[in-house]
């Protein structure tokens, strides 16, 4: 596990952790993604994909961590020591 993702479990709950628990606390949580979804929609943030484009994204094969290529555009930065 990289320092990010242990950084990150300080802060966020793996889904496949909440789904082990029961019904009522599951439902809290996607009552939460929810609301945070309709926010970025809200604001613009993002939008649903066209089946266009939600069949270009998943005829790709997912691509290793290490090696994942950067959106065009994206440098990215050296992690410091």
């Known amino acids: 596990m990289t320092r990010q993702e242990i950084k990150q ?14 019904a009522a606390v599951k ?15 809200k604001w ?7 089946d266009a484009e939600a069949e270009k994204v998943f005829s790709r094969p997912p691509a290793e961590k290490e090696n994942a290529e950067e959106p065009s ?9």
């Not at 479990?9 to 029961?22: A, G, H, K, N, S």
């Not at 439902?27 to 929609?41: H, L, M, R, T």
């Open 44 to 50: 613009s943030g993002t939008r649903p994909l066209t």
């Open 9 to 22: 479990l300080d802060t966020e709950i793996p889904w496949r952790e909440i789904m082990t628990m029961p």
């Open 73 to 81: 555009g994206i440098q990215r930065q050296k992690p410091r020591n």
């Open 27 to 41: 439902d809290k949580y996607v009552a939460s993604v929810v609301k945070e979804y309709e926010g970025w929609v």
